[in-house]
T-cell receptor, first 115, second 117 residues
């Protein structure tokens, strides 16, 4: 069965510093991988996805993520954090090996960016 | 209609009552998903529609939960004999036909917060 792990409940970083939010996954086939962000009192917003091709994926608001098949990871990164990046981040995976469209989300990582 | 809309935004009900939650997807999106998000957790998949049919309902927790999408657009999630454990935010998402790259991006509504007393 497919699964997603976000090992950190919370990540703290100073504004201007690089940030990483970790995600590992488990699937039987090829994965489709996603990052979503949830701001307070707002719905989930799509950030970026990996379907195929380049392992480094660039997305909205300067975020990027690297697909690492051998480590089954899809960590979210940004070179220089902003206070406005503070939010709840979710990694998600769809297992294309099952042929289904069920998307499994991680428990989320809260990012705090301090000015 | 720019995005996915969900009504009501909040619903308070008593244990044992029946509730209906509505989702209006982005126009033209063929795929529709329902999720449940409990406090401190990520969205939990409930059901996926492609057009009018439920292509994957493996996430529905039990037979008290049912969802329909009769005309391939608006969907209703129905919960019978509600229990306190059903309290959560119910999220709806839509996407163009999945499996085509662009179609794999889900656009989420603001959710319905259900409270069962």
């Amino acid at each position: 069965a497919q699964s997603v792990a976000q090992p950190e409940d919370q990540v703290n970083v100073a504004e201007g510093n690089p940030l990483t939010v970790k995600c590992t996954y488990s699937v039987s086939g090829n994965p489709y991988l996603f990052w979503y962000v949830q701001y307070p009192n707002r719905g989930l917003q799509f950030l970026l996805k990996y379907i195929t091709g380049d392992n480094l994926v660039k997305g909205s608001y300067g975020f990027e993520a690297e697909f690492n098949k051998s480590q089954t990871s899809f960590h979210l990164k940004k070179p220089s954090a902003l206070v406005s990046d503070s939010a709840l981040y979710f990694c998600a995976v769809r297992d294309m090996g099952t042929g289904g469209f069920k998307t499994i989300f991680g428990a989320g990582t809260r990012l705090f960016v301090k000015a | 209609g720019a995005g996915v809309s969900q009504t009501p935004s909040n619903k308070v009900t008593e244990k044992g009552k029946y509730v209906e939650l509505r989702c209006d997807p982005i126009s033209g999106h063929t795929a529709l998903y329902w999720y449940r998000q409990s406090l401190g957790q990520g969205p939990e998949f409930l059901i996926y529609f492609q057009g009018t049919g439920a292509a994957d309902d493996s996430g529905l927790p039990n037979d008290r939960f049912f969802a329909v999408r009769p005309e391939g657009s608006v969907s209703t999630l129905k919960i019978q004999r509600t229990e306190r454990g059903d309290s959560a935010v119910y999220l709806c998402a839509s996407s163009p036909t999945p499996g085509q790259g662009i179609g794999d991006t889900q656009y989420f509504g603001p959710g319905t917060r259900l409270t069962v007393l």
